[in-house]
């Protein structure tokens, strides 16, 4: 090749092309998107009164997810339910309704996921599963799910000496299994455990968006 | 399968047989013994820094490898929890062995293509140090506490100006070595690194603004984060890779590539299509169906480059097996570009959405990365240091028998990590697919198939163990000026 201009145009252009059709223009599509009620009124604005959504997360959740982020779960769990008919995400429990980009825009950091070697958990707190189960799968998810993968996190666990009467937070786990603390010994959470439950349960799709109705 | 008389020859047999120039006039030998060794310093550096990285990413990998059938395994430190190590594992192989692998041979081929020394080498070994640096404070970043859980980008923010900072003072060697180029047609290969050399810039600056400093809303920061994703291996590494390729495959044969048109034509296509595929890793996902569409053609667009690579490179070897058998540079270089040929043309079916709808969310997509980044861009570096290391260094190989081991070791590994994941995972997206198989199930059925990619992943780590011996062997051991003859002897037999 000589003709060296062209070469620099085109390695300039191509990315610049690409650049500007993929986020430049979703920028431009819906990077304004704000929140919005789960119906909108005959102008096409929210409705007066109506609550707002997506909810602001509470401080609580914000401090958990930078524990979800620290700890990497992102690699095994996503947080994006796909459309019906489109997989099995609605069929397995994995939300009402698929989620949308409006869903995502008060997060600080997105955390779709790539991989599922564990459930979604876009709809997590919307599951029948209490703070306590949580917790008893975190310390080890031997516990409530045998021939799980997923790591371990006992060390945002304390385990110590009862004193006195136990810890009114103290994880409940079963004395006759291998995982129960020695008698007179309680296994309880962290500050950093909590939090990341609190987010956990935060994680609801339990409202719909105009452009997002439950799923039949 | 290997025997006696199909082992690797000397190191290098052309350099066995006509020294490492080859038949060349006085002149040029003259000018190409001075450009390697303005490389050498650097070059060796490079070399010794992504070796270092190799096995520290292969520490790295293996452990969470274990972890995925055996959770319980060195489960109680958190710097190795799952999350952790598997990102320590992915950014010591990208911007450790990869990037390094990158700077020496790009550099290299540069360098020797524009026939105009490295200059000023020593403060491009400041800024390869700074950048080693810089990946080591992010690594024990991530494995301590700071990772970001952006897939790609894991190194903590308070790194990545630095990272940059250095890889600008090293991508300027590129250009500069092309500013002052002797030679006036361009070589393929050029266009590549110089591409390369530009578009990771770009494309790294656009992911740390939108995604950390100004980040942008919602789910336009996953755009951007799989647009860089798929970029760094597209735009970065597959250039340089097939830069290499272009160039010593035609080098050792001693014969012209097949077709100059097909060249540029695979170019431009490239350059063209690969950057508009990232967006296929979310289909399904929260993001307007008019760009997932755009994925889809993007990766569709992907087999025109690909094909075009694989037919110039096929008729470029054709009828030439055994020099390739006998080289070990060629073995690694052609294992590669067989893989890029079938890796590449797999990544555009996944893409279709009835496809994806399976294999998105499993090993599948793991299998298929290492696929490219391994037995496509990883096999074709190691190929290209067999023959730059007796270039710079002007000394052979000490052990062709580690060269032997590494090849058959690393070959084999990456077949059967990509086959063993790829089938898995299929199996795997199957079955989420149909809800009434309890996602337990799931997890169970898959534990034999994560075993066969710890497997894989020792298989892959003795390979690079004999690469990093050679290298400090070839580095610590006596100069030879004459070829080793009991090397030569052996082959001939």
Known sequence: ???????????????????????????????????????????????????????????????????YIREGCMYCHTQQVRPQGFGADYERGWGPRQTVPRDYILQDRVLLGTMRTGPDLADVGGRPLTRSWHHQHLYNPQITSPGSIMPPFAYLYEVKEIEGAPSPNAVTISPDTEYAPEPGFEVVPTKEAEVLVDYLLSLKVDYELPEAKFTE | MSTASDIVEPAQPQVAREGVYGSRSAEERV??????????????????????????????????SMKLHNPDFMAALPELTFGRVRSAHLNSMAYGWANNAVFAIGLWIMARLSRAPVRHGGLLIIAGVMWNLAVLVGIRGIL??????VEWLEIPTYVTPILGLSYALIGVWGILAFHYRKSEHVYV???????????????????????FFAPARGTVQAITNWWFAHNVLGLWYTPVAL??????????????IHSYYLSVLGFWSLALFYNWAGVHHLIGGPIPLWLQTAGVVGSLGMVIPVIVVAVNHHLTVRGCFRQIWNSPTLRFVVYGAMSYTLASLMGSLMAIPEVNVVTHFTHFTVAHAHHGAYAFFTMVMFGSV??????????????????????????????IYVIGLSVGGWMQGLMMNNPEIPFMEIVEFMVPWLMSRSLAGVLLTIGHFAFAINIAWILLGRRVAEPKVSLTKKAAA
Request: proline fraction near 6%; glycine fraction near 10%.
């Open chain 2, 243 to 256: 830069a290499a390729a272009y160039y010593l495959i035609p080098k050792i044969l001693g014969k012209p």
């Open chain 2, 386 to 415: 067999y023959f730059m290391m007796p270039r710079l260094l002007q000394k052979e190989w000490p052990s062709a028998t580690l060269i032997r081991i590494h090849f058959w070791s690393c070959a084999i590994g990456a077949a």
């Open chain 2, 144 to 149: 301590f506490g700071d990772m970001t859980s």
């Open chain 2, 189 to 211: 290969s050029q266009w590549y690194i110089l591409g390369a050399v530009f578009w990771f810039p770009w494309i790294y600056t656009v992911a740390q603004m939108l995604i």
């Open chain 2, 31 to 64: 000018a190409l013994s001075v450009i390697d060794n303005s490389m050498k310093v650097a070059g060796v550096f490079f070399v010794c820094c992504g070796a270092f990285w190799l096995l520290a990413g292969s520490f790295f990998g293996f452990v969470a």
């Open chain 1, 1 to 67: 090749m000589k003709n060296l201009p062209i070469l620099f145009l085109g390695i300039f252009f191509t990315v610049a092309f690409s650049w500007s059709g993929l986020i430049l223009s979703s920028q431009i599509q819906y990077g304004g998107l704000t929140p919005t009620t789960a119906t909108l009124d005959e102008d096409g604005n929210p409705t007066p009164g109506e609550t707002l959504f997506p909810r602001m997360a509470s401080g609580q959740a914000e401090q958990g997810k930078l524990i």
